[in-house]
Structures are given as C-alpha cells and as structure tokens.
C-alpha cells in the first residue's frame, strides 16, 4: 500500500517528545512523508502539524485510522492507549509501527497481532535497538565466535527522576514505573542476544505510591545456561551500560539503548573499537524496516517478529507479578 510514486505514507497517533524524536528520523528517510497526525486534541495536533509542516489534523485515532491518504502509523501515545490505538488502525487496513512496549500485558499483545494477521497488515514493535547497525555488527560478531561462547550478559538502564505522582512516568493509568520504561530495553536486549529466558530472581523497590515499581533487577537465564543480569531504575542515575561477556573475551557498548560505537575485548588482542554513526538520530534504521518488509508484502519483521514481543512481554508480565505491580489493563476481562 503506497501512493502512486512509491512514497509510503505515514500518520502520527501522539504529539509526544517520541513522536517528534521518530519525525526528526524520518527525515532521512527515502520515500516517505508524513500526511497526517492524530491528537487527543484539536490544539495539539494543529500545534504538531505546524511544526512539522504536516497537512491533514486529526482528533483521534479513529479520525486518523479513516485518512485515505495515509498508509502506516506510526502509534506514540503512552503505554497504555497502544493497544487502543493499533486496533482501530489495524481495523481500518493501516500498517502499524508501535512504540514500545508493544503493549500493557500478553493479552494485549496477542490481541494486536491477531488483529495484524486477520487484517492482512504490517505490525512492528518499534525496538530502535534492535535495528541500529552497531546491534547488528555485534550479532555477526557474535555468531562469529568473536569473544568464544557467550556466558553472560549485563545491561543497565536507570535516570534519577524526582517523584511526580502526576507524571506518566509514576503513574499507574499512563503505565508508569521503570520496568515498562526503561525495563523493557534491557529485557528485550537479553532476549535477542539469549533467546528463550527463565526469569530466574527479582528484586525491586517501590514508588511511593506503592503502586509501580521505582528500581526493577532481574535475573534470568537462557536455555543454554548464558545469565543475564538486568536493572533498570527511575530514582537512580545507572552507569547505563552494556557488556556482553564470552569465554575469550567481552563486548562493551554505552548509551547501548540507541548504539552507535562499540569496543571489542578479545583475550591477546588490544581494544578495537567499532563507530556506526547514526545519519540522523537512530529512528531511520526501524522507520527503513518498516518500508523494506510493507514492499515485501510481509506481515512481520524477522529482526523483531511478533514472536519476540511476546517473549519479552512475557517476561515483564512476570517480573510484574513478582513485584506486586499491576496496572487497570490487567484488570480487564479478557
């Protein structure tokens, strides 16, 4: 589904800091224009399409989802509208490209991919991290034996937010705490990297409000025995880095979440280090994914299908009920 030059056309659900982080990427991105945005508010979206130079100004995902002149959405709202917001484009024959988390809980997730298969349309989580070149150039290093046979992984990801129970960072119904926010890169990381994991301990503290979680540690493991220790943190300024430790030697990457530069540690050898800067901010890489798999008449991504955003939501299912967290979207019937 493009229009008849071969530009593929997209719509912004959400007037966010990511959506306008995603535009800047898309940018460099051939082939593509942006032609409409959606808002909760008249306002907001005249405000987003004026600063974007976007024509066509929706209220609401419904309105934005009926546009004729819009072929993906790219969905940016918080957490807990992604579910919402997919199915009515799914619904009316549009390709999505949602932030991440994909959604609030498994049931969500496998209802939106059903929908994507019954609909015949593209679904992608958007796990920027995932389709960074650096990321890529560590997973042929990788399956290359580069640093020997993988035995452990360690990512951390923490800022020190003061606490604002009205901020959607804290705040349950806009699916606050910092697994969901923060949690869902280290985890998403390890399951790349390890594949199946066993969620094998947890630790975490509490925001005050005694409802999402503050600091988040998790220990899992992979079928092949390798560990994986993940933290994340909203109350706690993390070193935010990443090693990836094999039998004759490691791989170590900082601001890991959106990569552009890596060292490898291999025994004997001295440092090498490794730059695949970014041609605009790192958006581009998952906004190209999208547009190569929508030609290709796929439904899914193979760098991150359907499958490994269930396994990760999964997980933080899990560590969630290990933690007491639990939001409104668990507590609707299925």
């Known amino acids: 589904m493009t229009t008849d030059n071969g530009v593929l056309r997209w719509g912004v659900l959400g007037t966010g800091g990511i959506a306008n982080a995603f535009l800047e990427g898309l940018r460099v991105v051939g082939g593509a224009r942006v032609t409409a945005v959606g808002s909760r508010s008249e306002a907001s979206a005249a405000r987003f399409a004026d600063t974007w130079g976007i024509p066509n100004r929706h209220v609401g995902a419904e309105a934005l989802a009926a546009d004729p002149e819009v072929d993906v959405v790219y969905v940016a709202t918080p957490h807990p509208a992604h579910h919402a917001g997919t199915l009515t484009c799914l619904a009316a024959g549009k390709h999505v490209l949602c932030e991440k988390p994909l959604a609030m809980n498994v049931r969500e997730a496998t209802e939106m991919i059903e929908a994507a298969r019954a609909n015949g349309r593209f679904l992608m989580e958007a796990m920027w991290t995932r389709f ?8 042929r290093l990788l399956a290359d034996g580069a640093i020997g046979e993988l035995r452990m992984l360690t990512a951390n990801f923490g800022n020190a937010v003061p606490y604002d129970p009205a901020s959607r960072l804290w705040a349950p119904e806009l699916g ?26 947890v630790s975490g503290r509490l925001a005050p409000n005694g409802v999402v979680d503050a600091q988040t540690t998790v220990l899992v493991e992979s079928r092949d025995g390798v560990t994986g220790l993940l933290a994340c943190s909203l109350d706690a300024p993390l070193p935010n880095r990443v090693a990836l430790i ?3 030697g490691r791989i170590e990457l900082e601001r890991w979440w959106c990569p ?3 060292v490898l540690h291999r025994d004997g050898h001295a440092p090498e280090a490794y730059a695949f800067p970014h041609r605009a901010n790192g958006y581009e890489h998952e906004a190209e994914e999208v547009a190569r798999r929508i030609a290709a008449g796929e439904l899914e991504s193979p760098l991150m299908p359907w499958a490994e955003s269930l396994r990760v939501t999964r997980i933080m299912d899990e560590v ?7 939001y409104p979207a668990d507590t609707v019937a299925a």
Not at 176 to 193: N, R, T
Not at 320 to 326: C, F, I, S, T, Y
């Open 132 to 139: 960074a070149p650096a990321s890529r150039q560590i997973s």
């Open 176 to 201: 606050g705490g910092a697994l969901l926010d923060l949690g869902v890169y280290p985890v998403a990381l390890a399951s790349h990297f390890l594949g199946e994991l066993t969620v094998v301990g």
């Open 246 to 248: 094999g039998t004759r």
């Open 260 to 262: 552009t530069d890596f």
């Open 320 to 326: 969630r009920e290990r933690l007491g967290v639990v």
